[in-house]
T-cell receptor, first 109, second 113 residues
């Protein structure tokens, strides 16, 4: 069965410091990986997906198939990055998402 | 910008009662989903719906649950005979095509007392 692991429940960083959110997955095939973000009192929204290879709001994530990881990184955290971040994968054509437990990021000034 | 809309935002119901959670997906989307998140736990997939039928469901989605798209715009989740453990945040999502971005609603918090 597929699994998504986010080992950190809470990450507290200072503004301007780098931030890295870890995500590991278990799946023998080629999944599609996503990062979703939920800001306070807002809905879940897509931050980025591995196939697009974009940088969104300064965040990047690289799929490492050897390490089965999809860590999210930002070199300089901003206060507005404080949110809950969920790593997710899909392996089927129906788009069903399997989520990790989420990492709460708190950026302090 | 179009959004997925869910009503109500909070529903309190007595154990054993039936509840219907409502969702209006984005109008040109074809794929619809329900997820739930029990407090303190991860977001879990319940069911996906495409072409007027269930395409996939999780083991959570037992006979107590059903989904319907009654009028081409609404997408509902019915929970029959609610249990205390059904208390959770329920999220509706929709997508235009498979494996593309899923757009989520703001959620309905269901509290079973």
């Amino acid at each position: 069965a597929q699994r998504v692991t986010q080992p950190e429940k809470l990450l507290s960083v200072f503004k301007g410091a780098p931030v890295e959110l870890k995500c590991n997955y278990s799946y023998s095939g080629s999944p599609e990986l996503f990062w979703y973000v939920q800001y306070s009192r807002q809905r879940l929204q897509l931050l980025l997906r591995h196939i697009s290879r974009e940088s969104i709001k300064g965040f990047t994530a690289d799929l490492n198939k050897g390490e089965t990881s999809f860590h999210l990184k930002k070199p300089f955290a901003q206060e507005e990055d404080s949110a809950m971040y969920y790593c997710a994968l899909t392996t089927d054509s129906w788009g069903k998402l399997q989520f990790g437990a989420g990492t709460q990021v708190v950026v302090t000034p | 910008e179009p959004e997925v809309t869910q009503t109500p935002s909070h529903q309190v119901t007595q154990m054993g009662q039936e509840v219907i959670l409502r969702c209006v997906p984005i109008s040109n989307h074809l794929y619809f989903y329900w997820y739930r998140q029990i407090l303190g736990q991860k977001v879990e997939f319940l069911v996906s719906f495409y072409n007027n039928e269930i395409s996939e469901k999780s083991e959570i989605f037992d006979d107590q649950f059903s989904v319907e798209r009654p009028d081409g715009s609404n997408f509902t989740l019915k929970i029959r005979s609610t249990k205390l453990e059904d208390s959770a945040m329920y999220f509706c999502a929709s997508g235009r095509m498979e494996n593309t971005e899923a757009f989520f609603g703001q959620g309905t918090r269901l509290t079973v007392v």
